[in-house]
């Protein structure tokens, strides 16, 4: 259903407002680059600073300008119920194979509020739900055991893990079956995340290398982990580079120098200091995305 390399899409900006012309050029450029899928409106997509008609009409753009040739799972979360329920339904209304919802944030909820939470999600549309772990950002962590109550509804097919723990596979694999979707979070472990049985990673650094992204994650699928590993040590560099400073900072100045827009993004995150750029840029001639 939902495998490989999927870029956590970033929101293009152009002088404060949503860059819709751009948005659709970085469609075509992902699709023609070997994408697998688009994760449009989650945290790299700005999804904090959106208003919700933005984030909706993000969503609809995206939708429409795919036209159905690669999956597209949209971010839906929120630590509010009831706007996490209107996000969900609307990216089935618009067509969305997927929504990807994240774990409440800010406020705290047990592992039974959790499970309250994402049934409700559930029940409100027929759309497939990615739950979305990072216990780093909402600062509450999805025990394998609730993510196995949760697998048992027939509409939660998955997870994106950015736990960074590689044996939370293995347990997940116990907890939610072997066919529940595993996909990674984290770029900088997801060639070691697939080799313990994840099928994908929702990549911050695919914004800007798409086409290697998405050979290392074919490569792991077919089980030729050498191969993903020369990819991985050309990557390693950029994704450390793209996460010195908020991922999706990195990601945008990375793609300005490969002259997919601009560095833009909404306060209170701001560009990349000077330092950073540099890094960035070295990561992308050692990649060999850049000269």
């Keep these: 259903m939902f495998k490989g390399s999927m870029p956590a899409l970033v929101t293009p900006f152009k002088d404060g407002a949503v860059d819709f012309d751009m948005l659709k050029k970085l469609v075509e450029w992902h699709i023609e680059e070997g994408s697998h899928g688009l994760v449009p409106v989650g945290t790299t997509g700005e999804s904090p600073t959106l208003t919700h008609r933005e984030h909706e009409e993000v969503i609809a753009c995206v939708v429409k300008a795919v036209a159905g040739r690669i999956p ?5 979360g929120s630590n509010n119920t009831d ?19 994240v774990t409440p944030y800010y406020n705290k909820p047990t592992q039974a509020g959790l499970i309250a939470h994402f049934k409700a999600v559930h029940d409100c549309a027929d759309i497939p739900i ?28 998955g997870v994106k893990d950015a736990t960074g723990d590689l044996a939370r596979v293995c347990q997940q694999r116990i907890s939610c079956g072997q066919d529940f979707l595993q996909i990674s979070g984290e770029d900088a472990t997801a060639h070691g995340f697939n080799a313990q049985g994840g099928v994908g990673c929702i990549s911050v650094t695919a914004n800007a290398a798409p086409r290697l992204c998405a050979e290392l994650q074919e490569a792991c699928l077919a089980g030729d982990y ?38 833009e993004v909404r306060l209170p995150l701001v560009p990349l200091t000077e330092g950073t750029r540099a890094k960035v840029d070295s990561a992308l001639r050692h990649a060999g995305l850049m000269n």
Aim: charge should be negative; glycine fraction near 12%.
């Design 72 to 76: 597209v799972i949209a971010g839906a």
């Design 83 to 101: 706007e996490a329920i209107r996000f969900t339904e609307y990216a089935a209304k618009v067509g969305a194979d997927g929504a990807l919802v």
């Design 130 to 157: 990615i739950i979305y772990n990072i216990p780093g950002r909402s600062v509450v962590d999805m025990s394998p055991d609730t993510m196995g109550e949760l697998a048992k509804l027939p509409r939660i097919v």
């Design 226 to 263: 050498g191969k993903a590993l020369e990819i991985q040590d050309r990557l390693m560099p950029l994704h450390q580079a793209i996460f010195t400073e908020p991922g999706l900072c990195g990601a945008k100045y990375a793609m300005s120098r490969l002259g997919l827009g601009s560095d």
